[in-house]
């Protein structure tokens, strides 16, 4: 049998406990709440192109791209 004093008997230690949870649970409160009413600025965007499609006349056909040469065999 141990005559020492425990650690959880001890006057500092039986008030530090409460008010090391009510820190954290003010922390966190306080966190969720900046979090929640914190304003968000969406981003910037830059500014839009526009864009126009232009079609070829219909009797107007493109030639085809002439075959690649096959390379030299040794």
């Known amino acids: ?4 004093r425990s650690n959880s008997q001890h006057p500092a230690v039986r008030l530090s406990i409460p008010f ?10 306080w966190v969720l709440l900046w979090g929640r009413f914190m304003k968000m600025e ?15 006349p219909p009797g107007e056909q493109p030639s085809p791209p ?9």
Not at 42 to 56: E, H, K, M, N
């Open 1 to 4: 049998m141990s005559y020492a």
């Open 20 to 29: 090391l949870v009510v820190c954290l649970h003010a922390v966190l409160l």
């Open 42 to 56: 969406p981003p910037t965007l830059p500014p839009g192109i526009d864009v126009s499609l232009v079609f070829a």
């Open 66 to 74: 002439e075959p690649l040469p096959s390379p030299p065999e040794d």
